[in-house]
């Protein structure tokens, strides 16, 4: 089982500046699954516990000179510290822009590898980052678990392939800070959120208790998938009667997630995301946040990079 790797400029800043430090909110540990063509992390795939994140990356994304084997088709998984990851990777660039000179300046090897630990008789994986100098070499080691065992990476592919479906309405939303604005001040009134969407592009979100309900619209919002007309009938009646209605006709879904999914979900701007739909899975199963970045000074998809997100639902609501 080998695997090495240099990362690239863009990687590093990839990682370093924009999806680590999101992927540091959606929970410490996470499993990096790498094969001949991807790297990907992945949050609670497996114990299916809490938000599901899906970060992955095309090799040419992250790397130069990417080399994998193993028996199990070239396919290795392990768990790993977000927040050491970071560290290591963070220390790692700093020592090569200070030291970094001559020939081989900047270059950032990442490798798998085996090493006695101090005081101990039982050699374990790191994750291994080198910073080679001109005179010298700095190591940064990552512990890891054990790498998954063929069955257990079967089962994460699994999840991961079954992760992959899309609900069949996704709206836009433009703006992530006023959503995580509105977020903010409803954390401090209760812990259920209700959310629909329609295939109008509407988005409808609503905080009860027995002594308050706030709740936030977005309206006419770009729709990806099934669409359809708001009747003009409903033009003058509130939100949650034009959302209650949609649903009745079956041009909406609803469903109940904690406000605190909702937020750490929320996290993921630190990406710097050029875009996020919502949707609602077929019979209300989750709610998911699809997060598009587009190539460098176009407006076209990246489609080497993708991100998103599945909240478990607390209700199956309806429709």
Do not use: W
Not at 65 to 72: A, F, G, K, T, V
Not at 133 to 138: D, F, L, R
Not at 196 to 219: C, M, N, P
Not at 279 to 297: D, E, K, R, S, Y
């Amino acid at each position: 089982m080998k695997f090495k790797a240099f990362l690239t400029e863009n990687g590093v800043n990839l990682l370093e500046k924009r999806f680590l430090p999101a992927l540091d909110k959606m929970g410490k540990i996470c499993h990096l699954y790498l094969n001949r063509d991807h790297a990907i992390f992945l949050h609670n795939l497996l114990n299916g516990d809490g938000v599901q994140s899906i970060a992955q990356f095309r090799k040419e994304a992250l790397f130069d000179d990417y080399r994998i084997s193993s028996q199990n088709e070239d396919r290795i998984a392990f768990s790993v510290d977000i927040s050491l990851l970071h560290r290591a990777l963070r220390s790692s660039v700093s020592i090569c822009t200070e030291f970094g000179n001559g020939p081989t300046a900047n270059r950032l090897q990442i490798k798998l590898v085996k090493k006695l630990p101090p005081n101990s008789t039982q050699p374990m994986p790191f994750l291994t980052f080198e910073t080679k100098g001109y005179k010298s070499a700095v190591i940064q080691d990552v512990p890891i678990s054990k790498p998954l065992s063929r069955a257990q990476v079967l089962e994460l592919q699994t999840a991961l392939d079954m992760a992959q479906d899309l609900p069949q309405t996704l709206v836009q939303i433009p703006d992530l800070n006023q959503l995580q604005n509105f977020v903010d001040r409803m954390r401090h009134v209760g812990e259920l959120l209700n959310i629909s969407i329609s295939k109008y592009g509407d988005l409808h979100i609503q905080i009860s208790t027995t002594l308050i309900t706030l709740g936030a619209e977005f309206q006419k919002l770009l729709v990806l998938g099934e669409r359809a007309d708001a009747p003009s009938e409903d033009g003058n009646l509130s939100a949650q009667t034009r959302s209650a209605r949609a649903i009745l006709r079956g041009d909406a879904q609803s469903v109940q997630v904690s406000v605190k999914h909702f937020g750490k979900s929320l996290q993921c701007h630190l990406a710097k995301p050029d875009c996020a739909f919502y949707g609602i899975a077929p019979q209300g199963a989750c709610l998911t946040v699809i997060f598009q970045f587009f190539i460098p000074g176009s407006h076209q998809m990246d489609k080497s990079i993708s991100l998103h997100c599945r909240l478990p639902v607390l209700d199956q609501g309806s429709g």
